[in-house]
């Protein structure tokens, strides 16, 4: 459990935390692989989200996901990058959360992902909470605890 003090700091930058949909860079399940692999490429992400046209949240699609469908016996072959879509090498079992979740919930999640994919109650793509934006709270407690709170070691 997270010491209230902590979690009542992490807590006030908590409006902080979503990156807003419309600035995440997404592709849609039905473009074709070439396309993501130019949008990963430009944003210089590892892993981005996939949509449908919709915008409800279908997945996550990275470049080892589109170089893995090049390599062939031969080597890599990028001509079926035009002929593939999206949605045929996309990571499909992604969890997602609702931004209700508490601060010490989002923590654990993140230890293992470098993001979460925020979304509504109808899979409505909301947005992401990144790990950085969790570390920048968590810099902006460890900074003021002792400036807002009296710490006394217990004995």
């Known amino acids: 459990m997270i010491a209230s003090a902590a979690k009542t700091l992490i807590d006030n930058q908590r409006e902080h935390f979503l990156i807003p949909a419309d600035k995440v860079a997404n592709v849609f399940e039905s473009n074709p692989l070439n396309h993501a692999f130019l949008v990963l490429t430009k944003v210089r992400y590892s892993k981005i989200p996939v949509l449908d046209n919709e915008q409800h949240f279908k997945g ?10 090049m390599l062939g016996l031969n080597g ?3 001509t079926g990058l035009s002929e593939q879509t999206v949605a045929d090498v996309m990571q499909r079992d992604v969890p997602t959360v609702t931004n209700t979740e508490s601060v010490e919930e989002l923590l654990h999640l993140l230890v293992d992902q470098s993001f979460l994919v925020v979304t509504d109650q109808q899979n409505i793509f909301q947005g992401i909470i990144t790990r950085r934006e969790i570390m920048k709270a968590v810099n902006y407690m460890v900074h003021e605890l002792d400036h807002q709170y009296q710490i006394e070691k217990r004995e």
């Open 60 to 69: 996550l699609i990275s470049l080892a996901m589109i170089t893995d469908s």
């Open 76 to 78: 890599i072959d990028p």
